[in-house]
């Protein structure tokens, strides 16, 4: 039988875990977006 | 991070906290399976958000199929993607409980087979996409696969009526095979999976997005050095 106290923290773990993944994947856009502004910023200066 | 990302954030955190609260602690154990049904509440409200995740993708590749906007291909893409993730965990959970309930990992029931096979068949998706070089056929292709794919979702859906196999009916025609108390359980579970689902979809779309946009401005960028070059040559 399963024990509620290992299914508790196995499902503690899960979400813990998704919640951090969240976070890191909205830091990655936040610099993936900042790498585009700068090409952007680099190609309209090699245009002037 | 903006004021807004943080208040989204910190919503789907309260929601995961309000979920287990309601899973492991309001809600009562059941009268025969006892503390196992817990795992319904994370595997019924996996599978509803991968089946529509799937559905989306099938849906949003043929919107990309008519409108030809790249940003509807990039979407399908990655709720195939967490469909996937999403599968996955169902594949598991219900894994978990069959080993408590039915004292088997895994059985060939009708309603596991077909699941399984659309892990498959997602699988065979992303392969599919990663395997074609030329962007806009790669696209093309994975829209056509993507809503033939999603035949077996109505197929999952009534295995357990066509077939008869073991695997329990819990949400029919008629409602929910449960007490209120496990209803409200599920609904919420549902929701913060749905709400987990709409955030990473989100974000993940934004960054495919701008991946895409920055290879197309480096192609430029090499484009036009090589004339520079070029020019500078002769």
């Known amino acids: 039988m399963i024990m509620l106290g290992y299914l508790f923290a196995a499902a503690a773990v899960v979400w813990v875990g998704t919640f951090f993944y969240v976070v890191a994947l909205l830091q990655r856009q936040r610099r993936l977006r900042l790498e585009l502004e700068d090409v952007k910023r680099m190609l309209e200066e090699i245009k002037e | 991070m903006k004021k807004w990302q943080w208040t989204l954030i910190s919503l789907l955190?309260?929601?995961?906290?309000?979920?287990?609260?309601?899973?492991?602690?309001?809600?009562?154990?059941?009268a025969q399976m006892g503390n196992v049904v817990r795992i319904l509440y994370f595997h019924v409200a996996s599978a509803i958000v991968a089946f529509t995740a799937f559905g989306i993708t099938a849906l949003l590749g043929l919107v990309f199929l008519v409108r030809k906007q790249w940003i509807w291909d990039q979407m399908a893409r990655v709720s195939a993607e967490i469909g996937m993730v999403y599968t996955t965990f169902v594949l598991i959970s219900g894994s978990i409980w069959g080993d408590a309930v039915w004292n088997t990992w895994w059985t060939w029931d009708p309603t596991l087979?077909?699941?399984?096979?659309?892990?498959?068949?997602?699988?065979?998706?992303?392969?599919?996409?990663?395997?074609?070089?030329?962007?806009?056929?790669?696209?093309?292709?994975?829209?056509?696969?993507?809503?033939?794919?999603?035949?077996?979702?109505?197929?999952?859906?009534?295995?357990?009526?066509?077939?008869?196999?073991?695997?329990?009916?819990?949400?029919?025609?008629?409602?929910?095979?449960?007490?209120?108390?496990?209803?409200?359980?599920?609904?919420?579970?549902?929701?913060?999976?749905?709400?987990?689902?709409?955030?990473?979809?989100?974000?993940?779309t934004m960054m495919a997005k701008d991946r895409d946009d920055l290879n197309d401005l480096r192609e430029l960028a090499r484009n036009a050095l090589a004339k520079y070059d070029e020019r500078v040559g002769s």
């Not at chain 2, 009526?161 to 009916?169: A, D, K, Q, S």
């Open chain 2, 13 to 30: 955190g309260i929601g995961m906290i309000v979920s287990q609260y309601l899973d492991f602690i309001a809600s009562p154990p059941e």
């Open chain 2, 113 to 204: 087979t077909t699941t399984l096979i659309l892990w498959f068949l997602y699988l065979a998706y992303i392969l599919l996409r990663a395997s074609i070089t030329d962007r806009e056929r790669a696209a093309k292709v994975a829209s056509v696969y993507g809503f033939i794919a999603a035949i077996d979702i109505p197929v999952i859906h009534q295995s357990v009526t066509w077939w008869r196999g073991i695997h329990p009916n819990v949400i029919t025609m008629q409602g929910f095979n449960m007490p209120p108390m496990m209803v409200y359980t599920l609904m919420f579970s549902f929701v913060v999976f749905l709400g987990l689902y709409a955030v990473i979809l989100w974000i993940s």
